[in-house]
T-cell receptor, first 114, second 115 residues
Framework: GNSVTQMEGPVTLSEEAFLTINCTYT??????LFWYVQYPGEGLQLLLK?????DKGSNKGFEATYRKETTSFHLEKGSVQVSDSAVYFC?????????????FGEGTQLTVNP | KAGVTQTPRYLIKTRGQQVTLSCSPI?????VSWYQQTPGQGLQFLFE???????NKGNFPGRFSGRQFSNSRSEMNVSTLELGDSALYLC??????????????FGSGTQLSVL
């Protein structure tokens, strides 16, 4: 079946450090890929997405590139802020018929210290 | 614009009981999906409704059911509760159709504890 694997957390960084959260996937076919973020006490929010190979999604300084050859969609940010502390989820969606059916990774807790 | 509203925020039930959770999507959104979030299994898709019809279903037993009303509000029901049903239940709404629904808006969830 389809699956998403994220790097184990939690991740703790100092403000202005470089962030990478690894995400790899297993899927039959070519999924759309997503990063969702969950801030404390809030629901998940879409952070960025990519729908085909070599697409780069970006938002709020975060970036991720859809790499078909390595089946990866790593999340990066050049300089994190305390306000980026949250849980980050990588997810895939297989096709239009999947609708809202997303397959999520385990989530990675990020803590940014001042 | 109000976000996705889930009620109640917390629930405590005992084994064998049944429970109903409610979700009001963002105004104008016609798609509602439900997810179960647990520390062990992570986020797992339960089902999706669009225009009062179930469009997709995850791998959960028949004790888990749902419905959607004409105003797009949705309810999910779990019958004969088991300890393993303790979880955060998340509702998400989408603006598009089943085919175009890529951006989901999640509520804060209902935390269900089964004793």
């Amino acid at each position: 079946g389809n699956s998403v694997t994220q790097m184990e957390g939690p991740v703790t960084l100092s403000e202005e450090a470089f962030l990478t959260i690894n995400c790899t996937y297993t899927a039959t076919g070519y999924p759309s890929l997503f990063w969702y973020v969950q801030y404390p006490g809030e629901g998940l929010q879409l952070l960025l997405k990519a729908t085909k190979a070599d697409d780069k999604g970006s938002n709020k300084g975060f970036e991720a590139t859809y790499r078909k050859e390595t089946t990866s969609f790593h999340l990066e940010k050049g300089s994190v802020q305390v306000s980026d502390s949250a849980v980050y989820f990588c997810a895939l969606r297989m096709s239009e018929t999947s609708g809202s059916r997303l397959t999520f990774g385990e989530g990675t807790q990020l803590t940014v210290n001042p | 614009k109000a976000g996705v509203t889930q009620t109640p925020r917390y629930l405590i039930k005992t084994r064998g009981q049944q429970v109903t959770l409610s979700c009001s999507p963002i105004s104008g959104h016609r798609s509602v999906s439900w997810y179960q979030q647990t520390p062990g299994q992570g986020l797992q898709f339960l089902f999706e409704y669009f225009s009062e019809t179930q469009r997709n279903k995850g791998n959960f037993p028949g004790r888990f059911s749902g419905r959607q009303f004409s105003n797009s509000r949705s309810e999910m029901n779990v019958s004969t509760l088991e300890l393993g049903d303790s979880a955060l239940y998340l509702c998400a709404s989408g603006q598009g159709t089943v085919a175009t629904n890529e951006k989901l808006f999640f509520g804060s969830g209902t935390q269900l504890s089964v004793l």
